[in-house]
């Protein structure tokens, strides 16, 4: 039995949600205030998350000099991937849960802090077994931030607005993508492999504090009505408790089409971002910053991507989801075409497909991954509509990483002692879970409708 005094008990009062203060009674200070902590509240999700990203895709960047400098094989590296992945998958299921219980503005720094630590650890490991621990740990941590993230969104944004700021925040991935291909990819180029880890956990220990200052709790710790009241709308239904609500999505069939569609597109977008710089030196003969440049591309249009799909569904498709991302989904598909079957070795095809595909990809993300089952589950329980779909999501995602490492490997070849890749057999593979998951996606056409 845990002890009212007990270090759990303590670090479990440390991340519960704060007491609601005395109602603020002046309409024109609650106006100011809410707009004011609204406009520091998504500025500072979207710019955390979007750091957080680089200690996540660190190992993408050097995959390269970790083979040829035996430090480890492809396969290896394919374990390592995938234990983050599922790492991150399992950690944002639980979190997920966590999080519709939790104070954001303590909980996601946490997981950050923690995170940056342990990627300072992993620019000083060369053992596998080590790096397969630390990477899988890493994952759960970093499983802090998006649920979080979506519960402070509902809980600050109003329904008819959430689809455009979720666009918003979800720009974050391409921040952080970005970040990582052109910053560390430079970074490593000037340097040493070590240097993917330990930069990005040195200015995420920085970040950490800043999301501390920047982010707040739920409005009534304020002192503000809940967003619904404030904006004039009907308040969300809770007619639940929040554990009988959060268990009931379980339930659902399009939660789970939503999740295996979802997951199908993880294979694609990590097929991409963690074995992306590989297939372009190797296949192309990029130099490795003119690669991280090429999948940076289509981190800067992705961000435009989330943005422009969050609204175009917002203000055009009355938040119906299923049209725009059929179009989306055709387009994506459209520019992997371009990447694996263009003209060989030309920059700006590649450059081409690749600003296609990050555009359309990003919006994918979005609402495959959490916007749509927000969408049509209980406000009080996104944050573990947001974990079932990262289980999904993450589980497809670690999936392709052994997959595809075992592919890459059992295609490598040597010729007069130089290392040769066959990427045929993954190429394949990453198009056609494309394909399905735009088929699964477009099934639910009458859901959107329904959830209207």
Same mark, same amino acid.
């Given at each position: 039995?845990?002890?009212?005094?007990?270090?759990?008990?303590?670090?479990?009062?440390?991340?519960?949600?704060?007491?609601?203060?005395?109602?603020?009674?002046?309409?024109?200070?609650?106006?100011? $205030?809410?707009?004011?902590?609204?406009?520091?509240?998504?500025?500072?999700?979207?710019?955390?998350?979007?750091?957080?990203?680089?200690?996540?895709l660190g190992l993408s960047v050097v995959k390269k000099p970790l083979i040829d400098g035996g430090v480890f094989?492809?396969?290896?590296?394919?374990?390592?991937?995938? #234990?983050?992945?599922?790492?991150?998958?399992?950690?944002?299921?639980?979190?997920?849960?966590?999080?519709?219980?939790?104070?954001?503005?303590?909980?996601?720094?946490?997981?950050?802090?923690?995170?940056?630590?342990?990627?300072?650890?992993?620019?000083?490991?060369?053992?596998?077994?080590?790096?397969?621990?630390?990477?899988?740990?890493?994952g759960w941590f970093q499983g802090f931030g998006a649920p979080a993230s979506v519960v402070s969104i509902t809980q600050w944004f109003s329904g008819k607005k959430r689809g455009t700021m979720y666009g918003l925040w979800s720009s974050a991935h391409s921040i952080g993508e970005g970040l990582?291909?052109?910053?560390?990819?430079? $970074?490593?180029?000037?340097?040493?492999?070590? #240097?993917?880890?330990?930069?990005?956990?040195?200015?995420?220990?920085?970040?950490?504090?800043?999301?501390y200052l920047g982010l707040r709790d739920r409005p009534e710790t304020l002192g503000l009505p809940p967003v619904a009241e404030w904006s004039g709308q009907p308040p969300e239904p809770m007619s639940r408790s929040t554990i009988s609500a959060q268990l009931s999505i379980l339930k659902m069939p399009a939660i789970w089409v939503i999740g295996i569609s979802s997951s199908l597109m993880y294979v694609t977008r990590y #097929?991409?971002?963690?074995?992306?710089?590989?297939?372009?030196?190797?296949?192309?003969?990029?130099?490795?910053?003119?690669?991280?440049?090429?999948?940076?591309?289509?981190?800067?249009?992705?961000?435009?991507?989330?943005?422009?799909?969050?609204?175009?569904?917002?203000?055009f498709f009355d938040a119906r989801r299923p049209p725009l991302t059929l179009i989306f989904g055709l387009v994506e598909i459209a520019a992997l075409f371009i990447i694996f079957f263009g003209p060989a070795r030309s920059f700006y095809a590649m450059a081409l497909g690749f600003v296609l595909y990050g555009f359309t990809l990003s919006g994918l993300l979005a609402v495959l991954g959490g916007l749509f089952a927000v969408d049509i589950t209980p406000k009080h329980v996104t944050g573990a509509a947001m974990?079932?779909?990262?289980?999904?999501?993450?589980?497809?995602?670690?999936?392709?990483?052994?997959?595809?490492?075992?592919?890459?490997?059992?295609?490598t070849t040597f010729t007069g002692g130089i290392r040769h890749y066959d990427f045929s057999l993954p190429v394949v593979f990453w198009i056609g879970s494309s394909v399905l998951s735009m088929l699964l996606a477009a099934s639910l056409w009458n859901v959107g409708r329904a959830a209207r």
């Open positions: 039995m845990i002890q009212p005094s007990s270090p759990i008990r303590r670090l479990l009062g440390f991340f519960a949600r704060g007491q609601a203060a005395p109602r603020i009674q002046d309409p024109a200070k609650v106006d100011r $205030l809410y707009r004011r902590t609204r406009l520091s509240v998504i500025i500072t999700l979207t710019l955390g998350y979007g750091f957080a990203y680089t200690c996540r094989s492809a396969e290896q590296l394919g374990w390592i991937g995938a #234990a983050y992945l599922w790492g991150y998958g399992a950690g944002k299921v639980f979190n997920g849960f966590l999080a519709d219980r939790v104070n954001v503005r303590r909980f996601i720094p946490a997981g950050l802090a923690v995170s940056a630590c342990l990627n300072l650890i992993m620019g000083l490991n060369t053992l596998v077994f080590v790096a397969v621990v630390l990477w899988g740990v890493n990582t291909y052109f910053g560390t990819s430079t $970074l490593v180029a000037i340097s040493i492999w070590n #240097a993917a880890f330990i930069g990005p956990g040195i200015t995420c220990l920085l970040v950490a504090v800043g999301v #097929a991409i971002n963690n074995w992306g710089i590989l297939y372009l030196q190797e296949v192309h003969k990029f130099t490795l910053i003119e690669a991280g440049t090429l999948i940076g591309l289509n981190t800067v249009t992705g961000a435009m991507g989330c943005i422009a799909y969050g609204y175009l569904s917002d203000r974990g079932m779909i990262g289980v999904f999501s993450y589980l497809g995602a670690g999936i392709q990483e052994l997959v595809s490492g075992y592919l890459v490997g059992s295609g």
